[in-house]
């Protein structure tokens, strides 16, 4: 498993707790929208794993957790290696993930190697292909969503309000991912996206409108507007 990318504080990215970010390289999807292309396509820099350990025996007592995203960090089979190693340097350790392999994220809480995680719900399970620019197995999806809920850690599921997604599209995600305990809409970024578009991100107004009819079906609604987040 490569590495792209480090942020050494977040005070964000995992609630409640002080973290860093670690990128992993490459990824299964090709959203238009994301903002991380050096990551998927793998032209960005590379760090050494020992750098990483190096830096997080640096910051024992003063960082609560590691998140561990991408690109996609479950397409790595040596991911549990790497997340036991930082379990037994007493951190927490959260995955944002997309979601695509089930199996993975299972064996992640099965041995309870991870105490947090995020998917991304990139779009309503008909429109999948047309977001993410690949074949998806949506079986996959809708049991990584089902594991995710029951796991008993915490957890949330998030979308990016892209423009080619309509109300009707995100009613449609709040039904598949109905009951689940928290939930953030964030805002489509339109700068140093992976594919070239002219597409501009909706009105902040819209995001509220979103969560105003989500909360009829989720919980812990977030809106992750231009203007900051609100809950």
Known sequence: MEIGGLQKLSLIDYPGRLSCIIFT???????????NPSLVEGTCGRIPQKE???????????????????????????????????????????????GTNPRMIKK????????????????????????????????????SIDVIMNSGIEYEFRTTCYPLLTKDDFIKIFKLIKGAKKYGIQQFLDKN????????????????ELK????????????????????
């Open 25 to 35: 390289i490459g990824c299964n999807f090709r959203c238009s929208y994301c903002y």
């Open 52 to 98: 990483i350990f190096s830096f997080l025996r640096k910051r024992k007592g003063l960082l609560d957790g590691v998140i561990i995203t991408g690109g996609e960090p479950t397409i790595h089979n040596d991911l549990p290696d790497f997340i036991q190693r930082i379990k037994k340097m007493g951190f927490l350790v959260g995955l944002e993930t997309n």
């Open 108 to 143: 992640l809480i099965s041995k309870r190697l991870i105490d947090y995680i995020a998917m991304d719900v990139k779009a309503p399970l008909k429109k999948y292909k047309e977001i993410v620019n690949v074949e998806v197995d949506l079986d996959k999806i809708k049991e």
């Open 193 to 208: 996206t992976l594919m070239d578009t002219d597409l501009k991100p909706y009105p902040d107004k819209f995001l509220y």
């Open 212 to 231: 105003k009819i989500s909360e009829d079906y989720v919980e812990g609604v977030e809106v992750r507007a231009s203007g900051g987040i609100s809950g």
